[in-house]
């Protein structure tokens, strides 16, 4: 929207919309807030279009401004029933007026009275909730209100609650909550196809609520109530519907507030037709909502459309609706809801199983005209759930047909290999065209018999082909694969008489021929070359011709075994790889392990050395099995063993620290390690060793409030040796606060177990500046901790401190100021923190 | 533990007094210059304007990139700066 016109109250009013409280609106913070309103709309808008469905209630419930949010929830809890149905009723109310086109009686035009753009988002989402007269607007609007704040449920409920709230905060209050509802409406007004059915339950208990609510708001009266109950029955039913409307239509619409009121009046239309009570009223609505949606979004109307079509109801209102996207959509639809519609299309579709699947939701929705703005909005999601599909369905049939064309493809190849492994007989069928005996044949012959000749040849030659075939396919009708000659001529005979005086002149032919012609003849020997027919006893065929059934047999077993031996060789190229792969990760993981090891064992050694050092009582080196024992817990240790072998190797061959040697443990050897300490100095000299975190106001007071300070764990009294170092740690505080003048007294306190300093300075900025210089600094490995001390317990306990007044010098290890004599640890350490 | 400036730890410390806006974290010769051509001489007048957009960083920062010809991180440090600021002294 132009948001130049906008006056800084509008502005501001449209801030506090989105739940937030901006600061006075001048000419120079007036393009800020300009630009965060626009950050707000953009917001809202990538809200409704991408979360939208599921997500979106609860945590648009959530993300909404706390504040008006608080003020639903607490109509909510209050009235929830009521408030269910005053929602409803309202949103009827609301829906009518706001459309105009709609055919309708002049519920269209309801009510629209501070319709402020912002307002128009919510009333949109109201109707499309619930289409009810205007008179209950306000309670349903309530209701809805309430309902959708104080249903948990995210899916359905929140989602029709959130529609009824709207339309609630529209009725009551068109400010600050009507964004938050709207915003919460457009997210769980996207309600999935699944949600639906919840939407159902919300929707419904928003008609049993709206008929109280009617009650309690002193609501139209009788009449009206029943039918605003009977309507909410549809409503109930085209809840749903008009959540997915309203959200159809807050997407619609846009996020800003300035929607269009088409939903709105769409649903408006849908309510008029519910108190119209009759079918024509609801056609009209749905019509009207359908008209008015249709510009926006051929679905809705399509959707609306196909309920009214199917129910035969006004269709003129249908028709005109048809146009544009409806036939788009309802085509679209069509075959998705077909099953929900066919019962949804009945007019006595009853309002049964609301809580069923949501097909039924759809069922009994279509019953009365249910706002087609639910419907809508449920198009709207189905629509634009089945174009992802649609997608999707043509990649998968593309898949599909990829797929046989693949399939075929190797059958074909099959097939193929099928003819060429079975069949072998170069010899055509029926009439011998050519034959291999050259021209001799046919000038000995006259043609008749040299066509039985012929014919004689091809029987033998297919029949013992055949035998063959038979043979090698195995069968035991055919026991052997040649046939013998008396065989031969006994099935020559019985194929026809006329080759018995023939069949010893084709046998000699067939000697003659010098090239194969499928029949081998062979003597009484196998292999015999045969000479003279006299000498043939079997004959046998060379061409085989299996039957079909057994050359699809083979090939199917030669195309299988083949590919099964391509899988193995790649199963086992695989299992190698695998194999491989995961050596390398036990590889790898071992060292990890081990080097781990060496890393605890250097630790360990260390910690000892430098116990030793303190404590000379220790010997200076461990046994090995003593350290693995410590580190490696006792049921590890079979598994460790090689990782601790390993790690040993390790140190013997890469670690300098550490000496390996053989060592005499209460009379027995041990390969012990050695720490070799490291030329490190200053092991008895402190040393302040950087600061261990940034002061800031976290951490540190804001101000320094005191004079006095007490440091923590700048030693430990157990361990110190010598004498005079808690004139060390004196010093080292003073050579840290060298830049500051202002330290007039340090205490160390000997016998505290938490290394305690007590100090005092000049003022409150020079101890401030002294705890910026001490608190969490490292300290000979210690961290130090300052807080403040009141003086006067300061005084209290260190009562040679009041007469101090001159700084301290690091320098020096006398104290300058002779009235304040140091080394005064007060007796007890009580008193202070 | 934020990683502030030095300059951001000296303006924090103590009350800003009369300092100028250049004292400002993120705030250097060119963005003072173009703040004080604003009429936003001193530190405390931006400060003014932090306040009025009831000390919200985002605001502040949306702002300053509008006044002034500041990039992301200068807004931050120096809303950052008068946050803190207001943390420890208002």
């Known amino acids: ?833 | 533990m934020s990683t502030t400036s030095q300059k951001h730890r000296n303006f924090v410390s103590e009350p800003m007094a009369d300092k100028p806006v250049t004292a400002l974290a993120g705030i250097g010769d060119r963005l003072g210059h173009s703040l004080t051509e604003q009429g936003y001489d001193k530190a405390y007048v931006v400060l003014g304007q932090f306040l009025l957009l009831r000390k919200d960083s985002e605001l502040f920062c949306y702002w300053l990139k509008d006044v002034t010809a500041a990039n992301s991180k200068q807004a931050d440090d120096c809303a950052q700066c008068l946050k803190d600021w207001c943390d420890a002294f208002l």
């Open chain 1, 1 to 833: 929207m132009a948001s130049t016109q906008l006056t800084d109250e509008e502005l501001f009013s449209q801030l506090k919309c989105f739940g937030y409280t901006p600061g006075p609106v001048t000419e120079n913070t007036r393009p800020v807030y300009l630009k965060k309103l626009k950050k707000f709309r953009e917001e809202q808008q990538q809200q409704q279009r991408g979360k939208g469905r599921v997500s979106g209630t609860s945590s648009s419930s959530s993300t909404g401004a706390p504040r008006p949010v608080k003020h639903d929830v607490r109509r909510l809890s209050s009235g929830r029933r009521p408030g269910l149905k005053s929602s409803v009723l309202g949103f009827s109310s609301d829906e009518s007026d706001a459309e105009t086109p709609l055919k309708r009686k002049g519920l269209d035009h309801m009510k629209r009275p501070s319709r402020s753009p912002h307002l128009q988002q919510q009333q949109l989402k109201i109707r499309a909730a619930t289409p009810l007269n205007e008179a209950n607007k306000k309670q349903y609007g309530v209701g809805t209100a309430l309902k959708s704040n104080s249903f948990p449920n995210p899916d359905g409920q929140t989602s029709a609650s959130l529609g009824w709230e709207t339309g609630k905060r529209y009725m009551h209050d068109p400010e600050s909550r009507d964004e938050d509802v709207s915003d919460e409406e457009v997210q769980n007004s996207h309600p999935v196809n699944g949600r639906s059915a919840a939407r159902l339950n919300t929707s419904k208990l928003a008609g049993e609520y709206s008929d109280s609510d009617e009650e309690e708001v002193g609501g139209p009266g009788g009449p009206e109530r029943d039918r605003r109950s009977l309507e909410l029955r549809r409503i109930y039913t085209s809840g749903p519907f008009a959540s997915h409307v309203d959200g159809g239509g807050s997407r619609i619409g846009g996020k800003n507030c300035a929607l269009n009121p088409l939903g709105n009046r769409a649903m408006a239309g849908g309510r008029e037709e519910f108190e119209e009570r009759g079918k024509k009223g609801d056609l009209d609505a749905s019509g009207g909502l359908r008209s008015h949606m249709l510009p926006r979004k051929p679905i809705y109307l399509s959707l609306g459309e196909d309920h009214q079509s199917k129910t035969g109801e006004n269709n003129h209102i249908n028709r005109e609706e048809g146009a544009s996207g409806s036939n788009m959509a309802s085509i679209a639809l069509r075959p998705r809801y077909r099953g929900s519609y066919s019962p949804t299309l009945s007019p006595q579709g009853g309002y049964s199983n609301h809580s069923s699947v949501p097909n039924h939701a759809y069922g009994p929705g279509t019953q009365k005209k249910k706002p087609t703005a639910p419907e809508d909005e449920l198009l709207l999601q189905f629509k634009r759930e089945e174009q992802p599909s649609s997608g999707s369905f043509s990649a998968h049939y593309l898949s599909m047909f990829l797929l046989t064309a693949a399939c075929l493809f190797f059958l074909l190849l099959g097939l193929m290999y099928i003819r060429m492994r079975g069949s072998g007989s170069p010899a055509g069928d029926g009439v011998i065209k050519s034959h291999p005996f050259g021209s001799n044949f046919d000038s000995s012959y006259s043609k008749t018999e040299k066509d039985v000749i012929l014919k004689l040849l091809l029987s033998l030659h297919d029949h013992l082909a055949i035998v063959a075939g038979h043979h090698d396919c195995g069968e035991q009708q055919y026991a052997s694969r040649s046939l013998s000659r008396e065989q031969v001529t006994q099935y020559l005979l019985a194929q026809d008489g006329d080759f018995k005086d023939f069949i010893d002149v084709s046998l000699e032919w067939i000697i003659r021929a010098g090239q194969d012609v499928g029949i081998r003849l062979s003597g009484e020997l196998a292999d015999d070359l045969v000479m003279d027919v006299s000498e043939i006893s079997w004959l046998e065929s060379t061409h085989p011709r299996m039957p079909f059934t057994c050359r699809f047999r083979r090939a199917l077993l030669t195309v299988m075994n083949k590919v099964l031996v391509v899988a193995v060789v790649v199963g086992l190229v695989c299992s190698v790889i695998c194999y491989v792969k995961y050596r390398w990760r036990r590889e790898e993981e071992e060292t990890r392990q081990m080097y781990d090891m060496v890393e605890r064992i250097i630790d360990v050694l260390r910690t000892h050395g430098e116990a030793c050092q303190e404590n000379r009582d220790l010997e200076p080196y461990l046994p090995i099995p003593h350290v693995r024992d410590s580190l490696v817990q006792p049921q590890d240790r079979r598994k460790m063993k090689k990782v601790w072998e390993r790690a040993v190797k390790f140190l013997s061959a890469n670690e300098s620290r550490i000496r390996t040697e053989t060592q005499q443990i209460k009379g027995a050897d041990f390969m012990v390690w050695r720490w070799i300490q490291p030329p490190l100095s200053s092991d008895k000299s402190k040393m302040w060793q950087g600061k261990a975190f940034p002061l800031d106001r976290r951490n540190s007071p804001p101000n320094s409030l005191t004079p006095c300070l007490k440091i923590r764990n700048m030693f430990d009294p157990d361990m110190e040796v010598g004498d005079s170092w808690d004139l060390a740690i004196q010093e080292a505080i003073l050579e840290k606060c060298s830049d500051n003048d202002g330290i007039v007294h340090i205490s160390v306190d000997k016998n505290s177990k938490e290394g305690c300093v007590y100090v005092k300075c000049l003022s409150a900025e020079h101890s401030g500046k002294a705890f910026k210089a001490l608190h969490g600094s490292w300290f000979d490995g210690k961290l130090v901790t300052v807080k403040y001390l009141r003086l006067d317990r300061y005084h209290q306990r260190f009562p040679q401190a009041q007469g101090c007044s001159a700084p301290l010098k690091a320098s020096s290890l006398h104290q300058t100021p002779a009235p304040c004599p140091l080394q005064h640890g007060g007796p007890n350490s009580s008193g202070f923190s």
